[in-house]
């Protein structure tokens, strides 16, 4: 009768390579920017009357709302960014037999990124 060996592994494995800190410092971003728009489209929801929608939108110019705010974006801008960065190594784009460089592939997402952005800042505005 024989065990499979399992190695144990310690609570914080990604704390000992700067590549696998910098991994789950990406995951943990996700967390807060999905929770955040969980509550906005609840609180939207919520907002079926006037009176509510006004609350809603009050709420939206406190203090509190404003800081929150902040930290969502710097969460979603440190998510995007690296994950844009990453996206090399996971997508092999090729013209003819050349491997296209990993900087322009990058590239690539980071300028549709500010193309897309644009265009919905410029929707928002109103222009």
Known sequence: ??????RPMPKRWWTTRPG????MLREWTAL?????CGVLIAMAAAARS??????FCDWLET???MILHVIVLAFALLHTVTWFA???KAIRVFRGDEQVPEALVAGGHFAAWVVVSAGFALLVVGL
């Open 86 to 88: 990453a996206a090399p």
């Open 32 to 36: 807060p920017v999905a929770i955040y």
């Open 50 to 55: 006037e009176a509510s929608w006004q609350g």
């Open 63 to 65: 203090p509190l709302s």
């Open 1 to 6: 009768m024989s065990k499979d060996y399992i």
């Open 20 to 23: 696998w800190a910098k991994f």
